[in-house]
């Protein structure tokens, strides 16, 4: 079995804690739910994980759902625009969860047993 480099480890884990972390507040937290959600889908390139596809698209979704978000933000939020521009920002909690969902996976899912 091939070993990672520990630092690859300690990434995965600053973007898990980030990831969950930054949903705590959608607005500010957005920011550090972005850059966990980077941390994971680079810690999984560089160990060709099988997830890592997954990762990088919901990283891909979380940046374009946040930018959107911030955008809208800075224009004074929806009352001069109308309500049919909001679809633009869910691609961020749809990347989340897709995130979270595939965490939970990978820590559910149990390693084959070797029969004796």
Known sequence: M??????????YV?????????????????V???????LIALATSLTHD??????????ILIVTGVFFLFFFSSLGG??????WWSPLMLP????WLMAVITLIM??????PVPSA
Do not use: C, M, N
Not at 14 to 30: C, K, Q, R, T, Y
Not at 78 to 83: G, K, Q
């Open 2 to 11: 091939k070993t990672q480099p520990k630092w690859i480890r300690i990434v």
């Open 32 to 38: 550090v739910l972005s850059v966990g959600s980077g």
């Open 50 to 59: 099988r997830h890592r596809k997954i990762f990088l698209t919901s990283f």
């Open 78 to 83: 929806f009352p001069p625009l109308s309500w």
């Open 106 to 111: 990978r820590a559910v899912k149990k390693s």
């Open 92 to 95: 961020y909690p749809v990347g």
């Open 14 to 30: 600053i973007g898990v804690v980030a990831l969950i972390a930054g949903i705590l507040d959608p607005l500010e937290g957005s």
